[in-house]
């Protein structure tokens, strides 16, 4: 019931986990699909959550993330919170490569990993391991998610990894207007 999802407190249509240094693509689309999602009246949790081992210690937050947290129908969620959501959404595999043990437990009816950068580089090196973020995310928040790619170009190195993780039919549109 999306009505009782906007007033019962621990409670979101969505849930968006990100880090908040992203400063490229992934906070772009994130800042879109935040806004356009609230705009339409859907109630959004953001958790800006810390990777560990991909951004450098001295890194930024990205303002324009930060400042998500201030429009209407946005809840922050910290480590630590429950929360409900129809949905899950971890955004870039990269920065969910190893489990922190700081996350919120999320009871989710469905869990996506927002894959906007391939397993495999052009040189035939390893960016991330599909599996292991599959495992950090299930100890860390509680979810087993799907994968989806934001094209065909990322949908065919991480078919190479099924079926140890599920994909999606559908290519994500990167951004909701």
Not at 25 to 35: K, L, N, S
Not at 71 to 79: E, F, H, I, K
Not at 141 to 153: H, N
Request: proline share 9%; glycine share 10%; charged share 20%.
């Amino acid at each position: 019931d999306q009505g009782a999802a906007r007033t019962h407190p621990g409670m979101t249509d969505l849930m968006i986990i990100t880090d908040p240094r992203f400063m490229g693509g992934t906070a772009a689309a994130v800042v879109t699909d935040i806004r356009a999602l609230a705009a339409h009246g859907l109630r959004v949790g953001l958790c800006l959550h810390r990777s560990e081992g991909f951004f450098q210690p001295g890194d930024g937050v990205n303002p324009a993330l930060e400042a998500l947290c201030d429009l209407d129908g946005v809840t922050r969620v910290s480590a630590g919170a429950p929360i409900r959501a129809q949905a899950a959404l971890f955004h870039n595999p990269q920065v969910f490569q190893s489990a922190t043990g700081h996350a919120p437990k999320i009871a989710a009816e469905r869990a996506f990993v927002i894959a906007h950068h391939p397993p495999i580089l052009g040189n035939g090196a390893l960016c991330y391991d599909p599996l292991q973020v599959t495992r950090a995310i299930r100890r860390d928040f509680g979810l087993r998610p799907d994968w989806v790619p934001i094209s065909g170009l990322l949908r065919a190195p991480l078919e190479s990894f099924a079926p140890l993780i599920r994909i999606t039919p559908e290519d994500w549109p990167n951004s909701f207007d």
